[in-house]
């Protein structure tokens, strides 16, 4: 079944290429096509295009299409194209010429959109509710391990002291960042799309701020040319607000890999969350970071594939923005994989204890013992100089005891303004008010 097609069927070679994978993708849809046919559909009685009767049954039959959904038993019939053909189907079996009536002033265009929009919307807040336990747990070792320091690194050489606290802290504070630009990008695809048909409006009366309303978005596509040309633009917003979590969780992975490594020796887990060699019985391998550094930097690539697959691309829809699907919806998961995972290790990690108190580390403190002539009243290039005469002349000497203050430092790490800065990102995203509007559809 097409909805398009008329008497002349597709050679069967360009059907199955214009498909791909087109299909697999639609099942990620699937519910999200069926809210849009909700609104739709409400918002077509009250023009007249529906009677109430026609309406109360389309909207019994599609609840009974999202309960399906929902327990994993739904799926697209062979003969049948695309995932709104098949509610289409099921909907014509189930009421006659009635179920036909619900593609009226609407296009399988404008019928996607939404079906995009509602879906990254909902991925993008199942990922922010990731992040929040992850961010607790970073918060949580950061403070725990506040006292435990360990080398800091300019040009991974030896530059000054850091902290376990510090490390773990860091992370956290970057994540709050991310958070604020999946804000962003949850921004940019909150707007309604549906009622631009195929890209340039319907001569039906339709009233797409009912929709907007019914569906829990925060405002309107208003130009239906825009509404067509914002596809493709918000999969490239929210896979960079992706990459931004990604590079977060890569560059940790990165940390953790050196950071077991014999020469290294900072930190270590249990036999259980590593890995062992086929030939080297003292193997301990950090298999779960290098794969979630893996993921991650594959995550990284994702707003400049889908710029790169949207280049010289004119307004109005082109079969291209098809394949945008493939790699994109996956990721989500993919993503929420690595912030569990990346936490199942950070849970059970061991940090060793004194590292700093072994002499090759003394260099470290050169800055301190600069800093002690400073605050001593020498001139800061005198105090650097000496120093730095010291060190060539083997005669440095050091002192393990520091004593950083400020806001952000080892001494004073700034937790809770931290959490503060999470809170307020987290709180910024409507949530409640789009979940009441979905479950107002459903009712």
């Known amino acids: 079944m097409k909805l398009w097609q008329k008497n002349t069927a597709s050679l069967k070679e360009v059907e199955t290429f214009t498909v791909g994978h087109d299909r697999e993708m639609d099942l990620y849809l699937a519910a999200f096509d069926v809210l849009g046919s909700l609104a739709h559909t409400r918002m077509l009685e009250s023009i007249g295009l529906l009677t109430a009767e026609e309406t109360t049954a389309l909207h019994v039959e599609l609840k009974k299409i999202y309960a399906r ?8 019939q062979d003969n049948v194209e695309d995932i709104h053909s098949q509610v289409e189907l099921l909907l014509t079996e189930a009421l006659g010429d009635t179920g036909k009536k619900i593609h009226s002033a609407r296009s399988r265009n404008d019928q996607v959109l939404v079906d995009i929009k509602l879906f990254l919307r909902n991925e993008l807040e199942l990922t922010v509710k990731a992040i929040e336990p992850f961010f607790q747990l970073l918060q949580q070792q950061s403070e725990k391990y506040k006292a435990q320091l360990l080398p800091g690194y300019t040009h991974l ?3 000054m002291p850091s902290s376990f606290g510090l490390w773990f802290g860091a992370y956290a504070e970057s994540l709050a960042d991310d958070v604020i630009t999946l804000k962003a990008a949850y921004d940019v695809v909150n707007k309604n799309p549906l009622g631009s048909a195929a890209g340039y409006g319907s001569s039906f009366p339709i009233n797409r701020t009912l929709t907007t309303q019914l569906l829990g978005f925060a405002d309107l596509n208003y130009n239906v040319v825009y509404a067509q040309m914002g ?3 918000a999969e490239r917003v929210v896979a960079q607000s992706l990459a931004n979590v990604a ?3 890569a560059r940790l ?3 953790a890999c050196l950071y077991l490594n014999q020469n290294f020796s900072f930190i270590s887990f249990p036999p259980e969350l590593t890995t062992g060699s086929s030939i080297m019985p003292h193997k301990k391998n950090p298999d779960v970071f290098e794969l979630i550094r893996s993921h991650c930097n594959r995550i990284k690539a994702l707003p400049n594939e889908i710029m790169l697959m949207t280049t010289n691309l004119p307004s109005g829809y082109h079969r291209d923005l098809q394949l945008l699907k493939e790699h994109l919806f996956p990721a989500f998961r993919n993503l929420r994989d690595c912030l569990e995972m990346a936490g199942l290790m950070l849970s059970n990690i061991e940090v060793k204890d004194n590292i700093l108190t072994d002499e090759k580390y003394k260099y470290l403190f050169s800055v301190e013992e600069v800093n002690k002539r400073v605050l001593a009243g020498m ?3 005198d105090a650097y100089k000496e120093v730095g005469l010291d060190i060539e002349a083997g005669k440095f ?3 393990l005891q520091l004593n950083h203050t400020h806001e952000g430092s080892i001494g004073q790490l700034c937790t809770a303004e931290i959490r503060k800065q ?4 987290v709180a910024a995203f409507p949530f409640a008010h789009v979940q009441a509007a979905i479950d107002k559809l459903l009712s």
């Open 397 to 399: 000497t050091y002192d």
């Open 422 to 425: 999470m809170d307020s990102a």
């Open 231 to 233: 596809r493709g633009k």
């Open 69 to 76: 959904i929902q327990e994993g038993k739904f799926s697209l």
């Open 157 to 159: 050489q030896l530059a």
């Open 253 to 255: 992975s990165m940390d």
């Open 379 to 381: 001139p800061f290039r």
């Open 247 to 249: 590079d977060t969780l």
